[in-house]
């Protein structure tokens, strides 16, 4: 399977790499917190790690570490806006249940 970005995600991604003046794509992890059990991390990337896997979709470069990879293969990130609020959004076929605040999840 593969991480993919929805178009609108990926013109937000390029926006954010164009105005911090570098970058090589947008790292997607996930990390061990919140009253679920994970939490999704999204954080820029300069250089790729030996290890890493990347994706490209829509022209952006989404790069995954080995661990990470299993919990988030087949996920769609978009980027959403719902009245003052705006974020990306997660997509993942694997989610089995979320906590009530949306911030971290069960596989």
Do not use: W
Not at 2 to 25: D, H, P, S, W, Y
Not at 40 to 57: C, I, K, N, R, W
Not at 77 to 95: I, M, S, Y
Request: aromatic share 8%; with cysteine.
């Amino acid at each position: 399977m593969a991480i993919t970005l929805t178009e609108t995600a990926a013109q937000r991604v390029e926006k954010f790499l164009a105005n911090r003046g570098k970058g090589i794509g947008l790292r997607l992890g996930v990390k061990t917190t919140g009253c679920s059990g994970m939490a999704y991390t999204l954080e820029f990337v300069d250089d790729m790690q030996p290890e890493d896997t990347a994706f490209e979709s829509h022209g952006v470069k989404v790069i995954v570490d080995p661990k990470s990879l299993v919990y988030i293969d087949g996920t769609e990130l978009d980027f959403t806006k719902e009245g003052l609020n705006e974020g990306f959004k997660f997509n993942n076929p694997n989610v089995k249940d979320e906590c009530g605040c949306g911030e971290s999840f069960t596989i």
